[in-house]
């Protein structure tokens, strides 16, 4: 089985600063991970994902995660936030190999402070 | 291209009545999902579907819920009858394929008074 741990519920990060949300995980087989964002109202959306190869991803909007195995993590982060920024984001974790249910943490909320 | 729709966006209804959530995934998608997201928590799978077939429905509470995807495109999960601790979002979500990215609905939030 696996799990997902989101330390902090709530992160307040004024805008242009830098921003890191933590994910470990726990798992006795290899893994892909995901960081999904979900905005109010609306459905959850995948931000990124680690399959296999450069254990750094990046998203389309300046969001990177690095895949750290030894310490099982998958920390997202993001040099300079937006107040467009401001949602609940999912560390997701599922096994690899075919289709395997897909885990998800407890989110946490990045507050943008103008 | 639509995404996925869900109906309704909200529900408040008076426990022990039954409740049911609609869900259209994406066109083509073949597999569908059902989340349950109680507040302050991440989506918990309840049933998948690979086109109308049920493949994994373990996490389902049989009791009360039952869900349908009557040829494999919509879906409907359903509650009878409805108890104080099924307030949460209802989730649903489909892929392409079996394993593939899942794109998520705006989910349905059930009051239970």
């Known amino acids: 089985a696996q799990s997902v741990t989101q330390l902090d519920s709530q992160v307040p990060v004024f805008e242009e600063a830098p921003v890191e949300l933590r994910c470990n995980y726990s798992?006795?087989?290899?893994?892909?991970l995901f960081w999904y964002v979900q905005y109010p109202n609306q459905g959850l959306q995948l931000l990124l994902k680690?399959?296999?190869?450069?254990?750094l991803v990046e998203s389309i909007n300046g969001f990177e995660a690095e895949f750290n195995k030894s310490q099982t993590s998958f920390h997202l982060r993001k040099p300079s936030v937006h107040i467009s920024d401001t949602a609940e984001y999912f560390c997701?974790?599922?096994?690899?190999?075919?289709?395997?249910?897909?885990?998800f943490g407890t989110g946490t909320k990045l507050q943008v402070i103008p | 291209e639509a995404g996925v729709v869900q109906s309704p966006r909200y529900k408040i209804i008076e426990k022990k009545q039954p409740v049911a959530f609609w869900c259209n995934p994406i066109?083509?998608?073949?597999?569908l999902y059902w989340y349950l997201q109680n507040l302050g928590q991440g989506p918990e799978l309840l049933i998948r579907?690979?086109?109308?077939?049920?493949?994994?429905d373990s996490q389902l509470p049989k009791d009360r819920f039952s869900a349908e995807r009557l040829k494999g495109v919509d879906s409907t999960l359903k509650i009878q009858p409805a108890e104080l601790g099924d307030s949460a979002v209802y989730l649903c979500?489909?892929?392409?394929?079996?394993?593939?990215?899942?794109?998520f609905g705006p989910g349905t939030r059930l009051t239970v008074l």
């Open positions: 979500a489909s892929s392409f394929v079996e394993g593939g990215e899942q794109f």
């Open positions: 798992s006795s087989v290899s893994v892909y």
């Open positions: 680690y399959l296999s190869g450069s254990t």
């Open positions: 997701a974790v599922s096994p690899t190999g075919g289709y395997q249910k897909v885990t």
């Open positions: 066109s083509g998608h073949n597999t």
């Open positions: 579907y690979e086109n109308e077939e049920a493949v994994d």
